[in-house]
């Protein structure tokens, strides 16, 4: 089975800043998707951005983007120009290419502060 | 923007007693889902369900667990005998196909309390 690890529960950054939240993952597999969920507090999670892993190039949306290291098996995340509304929690999660599971991480708490 | 919907938002439950959870999905998705995530541990999937058929299911849906979708629009979630184990936040997901890059439309989840 897959194990998705995030090493930070939680993490902090200042508004407008940068911050890279990590996730890695372990895998026998070589065809499968990687997702990051943001999850406001009380709100539905919500899904911020995915990775294909047949894809080279880093998935990018908006402020948010991916650094995608398949041989490392590591997907972080990073948020740039942090906003208020960027403060959730955060998962990381793989899904087989074969399967309709995701199978997420522990999550991190990220709080922006003013 | 269509959302997918859950109640009751808190249930509370005696032990040993039988609980739906109800859920909508987004109208036009296909494929419908049920997590779980128990106070201070990851999010775990439990079913997937395509078809009117389950498609794929973790060791944790055990024969306690079933799910329905009794009609065009409600999925739901029967748990026949209540554990304390059970007591946990449970969030119904739906998506439009499969293929592994298919986005899980996540649902505000549903409070479950067994004493």
């Known amino acids: 089975a897959q194990t998705v690890t995030q090493s930070q529960p939680e993490m902090s950054v200042q508004e407008a800043e940068t911050v890279t939240l990590s996730c890695t993952y372990d895998?026998?597999?070589?065809?499968?998707?990687l997702f990051w969920y943001k999850q406001p507090p009380s709100r539905q999670m919500i899904l911020v951005i995915r990775?294909?892993?047949?894809?080279?190039q880093n998935a990018t949306e908006n402020r948010f983007s991916v650094n995608f290291q398949k041989a490392a098996k590591s997907f972080s995340l990073k948020i740039s120009d942090s906003q208020l509304g960027d403060a959730a929690m955060y998962f990381c999660?793989?899904?087989?290419?074969?399967?309709?599971?995701?199978?997420f991480g522990k999550g991190t708490s990220l709080l922006v502060t003013p | 923007e269509p959302e997918v919907t859950q109640t009751p938002s808190h249930q509370v439950t005696q032990m040993g007693q039988e609980v739906i959870l109800r859920c909508v999905p987004i109208?036009?998705?296909?494929?419908f889902y049920w997590y779980r995530q128990i106070l201070g541990q990851k999010v775990e999937f439990l079913v997937s369900?395509?078809?009117?058929?389950?498609?794929?299911k973790s060791e944790i849906f055990d024969d306690q667990f079933s799910v329905e979708r009794p009609d065009g629009s409600n999925f739901t979630l029967k748990i026949r005998s209540t554990k304390l184990e059970d007591s946990a936040m449970y969030f119904c997901a739906s998506g439009l196909g499969t293929g592994g890059a298919d986005t899980q439309y996540f649902g505000p989840g549903t409070r479950l309390t067994v004493l």
């Open positions: 990775q294909e892993a047949y894809k080279q």
């Open positions: 999660a793989y899904r087989s290419d074969s399967g309709y599971a995701l199978n």
């Open positions: 895998t026998s597999e070589s065809d499968y998707y």
């Open positions: 369900f395509y078809n009117n058929e389950i498609s794929e």
């Open positions: 109208s036009n998705h296909l494929y």
